[in-house]
């Protein structure tokens, strides 16, 4: 397995694999609010928006391929709080670099094989680069497979967002 830097000839396969991706968000949503992309198109302009991210928020984005097939990908971004910026972040957190995970996906079948590991390792690294002190994501709270593995991984939770239907 190797892990490198997104390089701009991936981006079918990443495209392919956003798709697969918020599939799965779709059948782990326990509001039933993610939906799967519906052409894509669509999949390509949101990992457009992604990329995008990336390098105007100081990020990065990750390839893992196997036998010269990429088979999952990772996507962070850098969001730096310094005191001034926003009055109310500063009333109730000391100032702060947060490396955040936007994405992060593995191909089902080579799940368990220590992939997503790699590339939260290498995404873990560029944020250490970066002076981060601390590494974010955001996960499904039906998604206990991936809530496992952060766990596992040595992340805590910190926010829960509740929702309820109006409509």
Partial sequence: MTIRPFHPKDRAVIDELSI???????????????????SPRDAHGYMQRMIDDSED???????????GQVVGFIQGV?????????????AVHEPRKDGWIGLLYVEPEQCGGGIGRA????????????NCDTLRLKVLSGNQR????????GLTAHEVEMAKKLK
């Fill in 20 to 38: 697969k991706l918020h599939a799965y968000f779709a059948q782990v949503d326990d509001t039933a609010e993610s939906l799967p992309f519906a």
């Fill in 119 to 130: 590339l939260l390792d290498e995404m873990k690294r560029y944020f250490q680069s970066k």
């Fill in 57 to 67: 928020m100081d990020g990065a984005m990750y390839v893992a391929e196997e036998n």
């Fill in 78 to 90: 850098i969001i730096d709080h310094q005191p001034g910026q926003d009055a109310v972040f500063d």
């Fill in 146 to 153: 991936a809530i496992a593995f952060y766990e596992k991984y």
